[in-house]
């Protein structure tokens, strides 16, 4: 079993930063692939970026390339989300997740799929205002 706790979430104007935690226990954090995703009101819950297990490989939604960075710090047991220029449209609740490491390899084609994670966190609020 994992357990994912975020943190780092709060509000910020309009071209701020933030950066968003998960810490990860109970499975050895250096065999998971880890993501993030965030669900405003009234959507759907979207894909924002992932990292594989190795740190080697990053994806990330077209609406993010270039303003988030997804990284891990395997010592800590903890994956990040450096998040600059934000949007209002950024707003929402910001989730951490991973797949179970006896899945597929994150590729492309499946890495925005909800329904390749098994563990989720309890969700941390953005908000960002203009």
């Known amino acids: 079993q994992v357990q994912l706790v975020e943190s780092g979430g709060g509000l910020v104007q309009a071209g701020g930063s933030l950066r968003l935690s998960c810490a990860a226990s109970?499975?050895?954090?250096?065999?998971?692939?880890m993501g993030w995703f965030r669900q405003a009101p009234g959507k759907e819950r979207e894909f924002v970026a992932a990292i594989d297990w190795s740190g080697g490989n990053t994806y990330y939604a077209d609406s993010v390339k270039g303003r988030f960075t997804i990284s891990r710090e395997k010592g800590k047991n903890t994956e990040y989300l450096q998040m600059n220029s934000l949007k209002p449209e950024d707003t929402a609740v910001y989730y951490c997740a991973a797949p179970s490491p006896y899945g597929p390899a994150l590729t492309s084609r499946i890495v925005g799929s909800l329904a390749l994670y098994d563990y989720w966190g309890q969700g941390t609020q953005v908000s960002v205002s203009s």
């Open positions: 109970g499975r050895t954090f250096s065999t998971l692939s």
